[in-house]
């Protein structure tokens, strides 16, 4: 159950593009398509962003959106706001079962 | 409107025990699993422990395995963690969440502080 690995920060300019990746192994990230990506703001509980790796629930702005590819996923924040600042987490599921989980170091995204 | 409301966290001592729960309300509890997360002091997240609907499958992270204890009351809409043998380490704010689709946590609660310390 060793976390899954993010970049420990990210910035980029209002308006711009950014990518924040989760490596994993084929036991986890690569093993099934259930990558989920959640934001976190300062003393707030984490927000769901992204589910089965791609999906976005409903009330989620479609900036947000997700991908993979092998071992590694990725959450792409387009057009930057200032309200994105924030710590972003992904998790998968485990070899082990349907409820075992794991969650990335988390990214903290800064607007510069 | 779902709502996860977390209670039973504190000060404890190394090695005493401590029970968590967290009363569900705004969706058919009996249809979903449920998760505990924590996150110490500064640190990110970290999966706890997890039940399926109906209790018959259970996980846990090794970190916690064979000292935590999760289970649920359909009937009451409630979801337990019992903790025992609490070290340091254990120290976090500790969120109650529900599954969706994936095993995605598309609720979360505001989280009940844990603190053992001696």
């Known amino acids: 159950q060793s976390a899954l690995t993010q970049p420990a920060s990210v910035s980029g300019s209002p308006g711009q593009s950014i990518t924040i990746s989760c490596t994993g192994t084929?036991?986890?990230?690569?093993?099934?398509?259930?990558v989920s990506w959640y934001q976190q703001h300062p003393g707030k509980a984490p927000k769901l962003m992204i589910y089965e790796v791609s999906n976005r629930p409903s009330g989620v702005s479609n900036r947000f959106s997700g991908s993979k590819s092998g071992n590694t996923a990725s959450l792409t924040i387009s057009g930057l706001q200032a309200e994105d600042e924030a710590d972003y987490y992904c998790s998968s599921y485990t070899s082990s079962s349907t409820l075992d989980q794991v969650f990335g170091t988390g990214t903290k995204v800064t607007v510069l | 409107e779902v709502q996860l409301v977390e209670s039973g966290g504190g000060l404890v001592q190394p090695g005493r025990s401590l029970r968590l729960s967290c009363a569900a309300s705004g969706f058919t509890f009996d249809d979903y699993a449920m998760h505990w997360v924590r996150q110490a002091p500064g640190k990110g997240l970290e999966w706890v422990s997890g039940i399926s609907w109906n209790s018959g499958s259970i996980a846990y992270a090794d970190s916690v395995k064979g000292r935590f204890t999760i289970s649920r009351d359909n009937a009451k809409n409630s979801l337990y963690l019992q903790m025992n043998s609490l070290r340091a380490e254990d120290t976090a704010l500790y969120y109650c969440t529900k599954d969706t689709v994936g095993g995605a946590k598309d609720y979360w609660g505001q989280g009940t502080l844990v603190t053992v310390s001696s």
């Open positions: 084929s036991s986890d990230v690569g093993g099934y398509n259930y």
